[in-house]
C-alpha cells in the first residue's frame, strides 16, 4: 500500500496562486478524500511586512495554511503543495512544507531536476509536472542518475490548462499542441510512475475516461473556484462565474512562458502596446520589486505579474490577471467542495 491509497477519490485539485488555493480549499477537498494542493506562489502577500520581507512573510503563511489544512481534513485524504521552479523562494517553500508535514510537493513552471536534493531526509512525496514524454523521460533518468530516486508521480498538464502552458503561445492558440490523450499515451510508454492528467477536465465523463485510458486519476483547478471553500474573494469568484468560452485568452507572462487566463483590460492593454511601439509606457510597477520569479526582467516585462496577481484576487477587473482553464464557460453557479466531489466521482450522497 503507497501513500496514494489513501485518496478515495482520484481527484487532485490543481495548485492556483496568488492565494486563490491556501488551506481552506485544500483542507475541503481532502476531506472528501481526494489531494488538496496549497500554492506556494507569494502566499504571505496578505501580510503587513510581506513587500520589506517577502521569503519571512511567505515562509509563515505557508506553515499557517498547511496547519490549516490539516485541521480541516482531520486525516483524510491527502495534502500537496504546488510550487513554481521560477521561484527565488523555491527551496525554502520546499523544505518549510516538508517539516510541516506535507504528504507531496508538486513542481512544475519549470523542471524540478533538484526536488529530490531539497526533499531528502523528508517522508514525502515528490512529482513533476511534465506537458510531454520527453519531458517525463528526462526528469525520471536525471533523478534516477543523480539520486536513485523516481517521481511518486507525474501530473501531465495538456495545454487546456490554466495559468502557465509547458507549450509554446502558437501551439495553444493554434490548436496543434499534441491532446492529453495522446500525450497519456507517449507517458505511460517510457514511464510505470502512477500519472494524473490537467488540462480541460471537467465532469465525471472525463474523469471516467481518463481512468480508463491508465491514467491513476485528474487534477483539476478552475471548477474548484465556484466553492465556498476557495480562499479567493467572491469578486475573483464573480470573474469566473460571468466568463463566457470567448473571454479566455492564451496571454503572455513576465515569468517567460505563455498562460490561459481571462482576456482583461490589462490584457487588452499589454496587447495593444506589443502591436504599436515597445517604447510605450508599460503598467505601473507596484511598489517595490521583490524578485520573486527569476525568469523576470523587471526593466522589461510589460506588467508585474506578482501585483496583476494580487489584484486578480481582489476581484479588480482593470488590473487583475484572472487565470483560468479553458472549460470556464461552463460554470454558472456556486457549489461546495463536498457536492463538486460526489459529482466527479459518482459518489452516492449522504443523508
Known amino acids: 500500500m503507497t501513500r496514494l491509497d489513501r485518496m478515495t477519490a482520484p481527484v487532485i485539485q490543481g495548485g492556483m496562486g496568488i492565494g486563490i488555493s491556501m488551506g481552506s480549499l485544500a483542507g475541503a477537498v481532502a476531506a472528501e478524500g481526494g489531494m488538496g494542493v496549497i500554492s506556494t506562489a507569494n502566499i504571505g502577500f496578505r501580510e503587513e511586512d510581506f513587500w520589506e520581507h517577502p521569503r519571512q512573510a511567505c515562509e509563515r503563511v505557508l506553515r499557517q495554511e498547511i496547519r490549516k489544512a490539516k485541521k480541516i481534513a482531520g486525516g483524510r485524504g491527502l495534502l500537496a503543495i504546488n510550487a513554481m ?22 513542481s512544475g513552471a519549470g523542471v524540478p531536476l533538484s526536488l529530490p536534493e531539497i526533499t531528502k531526509g523528508f517522508d514525502v512525496m515528490i512529482a513533476p509536472i511534465v506537458s510531454s514524454a520527453k519531458a517525463a523521460r528526462t526528469i525520471c533518468n536525471v533523478w534516477k542518475k543523480r539520486y536513485d530516486r523516481q517521481p511518486d508521480f507525474l501530473v501531465i498538464e495538456g495545454c ?33 510512475v502512477p500519472i494524473f492528467v490537467a488540462g ?13 485510458l491508465g491514467a491513476r486519476g485528474v487534477q483539476m483547478a478552475t471548477r474548484f473556484i465556484a466553492t465556498r471553500e476557495c480562499d479567493a474573494t467572491q469578486g475573483f469568484k464573480d470573474m469566473i462565474l460571468q466568463a463566457k468560452a470567448e473571454d479566455v485568452t492564451i496571454l503572455k507572462s513576465p515569468v517567460g512562458m505563455p498562460g490561459r487566463g481571462l482576456k482583461t483590460p490589462l490584457i487588452d492593454r499589454v496587447e495593444q502596446r506589443e502591436e504599436t511601439s515597445s517604447e510605450a509606457r508599460p503598467e505601473p510597477k507596484p511598489n517595490g520589486c521583490i524578485r520573486c520569479i527569476s525568469t523576470c526582467r523587471p526593466d522589461e516585462t510589460p506588467y508585474c505579474i506578482n501585483q496583476a496577481l494580487i489584484d486578480g484576487f481582489y476581484g479588480r477587473q482593470e488590473t487583475g490577471l484572472f487565470f483560468t482553464g479553458s472549460q470556464v464557460g461552463r460554470i454558472h453557479e456556486m457549489t461546495d467542495v463536498k457536492t463538486l466531489m460526489e459529482e466527479l466521482t459518482g459518489r452516492i450522497p449522504e443523508k
Open 160 to 192: 487546456e490548462a490554466g495559468g502557465h502552458l509547458g507549450f509554446t503561445r502558437a501551439e495553444a492558440e493554434e490548436g496543434t499542441a499534441k491532446g492529453l490523450e495522446e500525450i497519456l499515451a507517449e507517458v505511460r510508454n517510457v514511464t510505470e
Open 200 to 212: 480541460g477536465i471537467f465532469d465525471r465523463a472525463d474523469v471516467e475516461r481518463m481512468l480508463a
Open 85 to 106: 521552479v521560477v521561484t527565488t523562494n523555491y527551496d525554502q517553500a520546499v523544505t518549510a512544507a516538508c517539516e510541516e508535514g506535507i504528504d507531496a510537493v508538486i
